[in-house]
């Protein structure tokens, strides 16, 4: 009996080999792509435009730029990581004082103050973080709670260093490299926000395609999967909290700097509420989610309080309720969803 060859590669043509369906053993898993796609430039280029589209809301738009940063920092460990939290806020309340000490108490330079402002959340969230990580989901939700407050409660009883209620006032910001003033447009204000809102969505954006950000994902998938795999489970969430925290000090020194003031209310339980709301809106585990949500949440409070200004908050409550059932995944998931039919009617 004669024994057939089996085919070579070059026995298929290539018209074949594309034409051919892939058999459950032929796919292959691909990585996350890190290449800069033509929509992400048209995306940043956007608020470029606004700031000479709309030089009457430059104010408002830094205070965007600097709730994307925030929420940008919560979507590493909540999108990626699965860690939910709802004590953010201390970390952008604390790099918010941090930075405010340092300009009212003489040290006035910005970027310095807005380094500042992140080392020390980092370095407050990394003896938090180790009591977050050995929990599970419903105990870490009440950790985080739970530091929240008494973040806020410390700082308000410290009313001789913090304000108090009155809140941390009278503090100078130096020009911007020395040559651009903070002026009372918010045009300095603005480009600073979205200069360092970008450099650190460029750091971010590294970090979940690199082998780092894969093993997170891993991690929120099956935790103990990825242990047995020799994984530093909790290694990992610790970085990937501290690093998110430091980048809430960053949202909160920029804020700090760029109003010239801080108050209680960057560690209330409200602003961390409202950073879960941006993240539903947007869509968690996506990066550009938490900016996109933060915009359509700030946007949503301006316009509809300016029209509604006693129950402006249930046309939002309604809004995101309408987002949770019919846009699963937030604003950009509902899209992606919407993209995927519209293709498969196509065919």
């Known amino acids: 009996m004669m024994l057939r060859p089996f085919p070579t590669p070059a026995a298929v043509s290539p018209e074949e080999d594309v034409i051919r369906p892939a058999g459950p053993c032929e796919r292959i898993a691909r990585l996350p792509a890190d290449r800069w796609t033509l929509r992400e ?11 000479f589209a709309f030089p009457g809301y430059l104010m408002l738009g830094s205070q965007i730029l600097i709730a994307g940063l925030f929420a940008l920092s919560l979507d590493l460990i909540m999108g990626y990581a699965g860690i939910v939290s709802l004590g953010h806020a201390a970390f952008f309340g604390t790099g918010a004082y941090a930075a405010g000490l340092l300009a009212s108490h003489g040290w006035h330079e910005p970027l310095s103050g807005l380094l500042a ?87 971010c954006r590294r970090l979940v395609h690199s082998p780092f950000g894969l093993s997170l994902r891993g991690i929120k998938e099956n935790s103990k999967r990825m242990a047995s795999l020799g994984a530093p489970v909790e290694r990992r969430l610790v970085s990937v909290f501290v690093i998110a925290a430091a980048l809430a000090g960053a949202a909160g020194a920029l804020l700090a700097q760029t109003t010239r003031f801080v108050g209680l209310d960057s560690l209330s339980f409200q602003r961390s509420a409202e950073l879960l709301i941006m993240l539903v809106l947007g869509g968690t585990g996506r990066l550009y989610g938490a900016l996109i949500g933060a915009a359509l949440f700030l946007l949503a409070q301006d316009i509809l309080a300016g029209l509604d200004p006693v129950y402006w908050q249930f046309w939002l409550g309604l809004m995101l309720v309408a987002v949770v059932l019919y846009a699963r995944g937030g604003v950009l998931g509902g899209a992606a969803l919407l993209a995927g039919r519209i293709r498969g009617k196509r065919r």
Request: net charge negative; charged share 10%; proline share 3%.
């Open 117 to 203: 402002g992140a080392a020390a959340a980092a370095l407050v969230a990394l003896p938090v973080s180790l009591l977050v990580v050995r929990g599970q989901d419903l105990g870490r939700l009440i950790v985080t709670l739970g530091i929240g407050m008494l973040f806020f409660e410390a700082a308000n009883k410290a009313a001789a260093i913090t304000g108090g209620v009155d809140g941390l006032s009278g503090m100078e910001i130096a020009p911007l490299f020395g040559l651009f003033d903070f002026d009372l447009f918010g045009r300095t204000a603005y480009l600073y926000s979205l200069g360092v809102l970008f450099l650190l969505f460029l750091l």
């Open 41 to 51: 430039t048209a995306f940043w280029l956007m608020p470029v435009l606004g700031y």
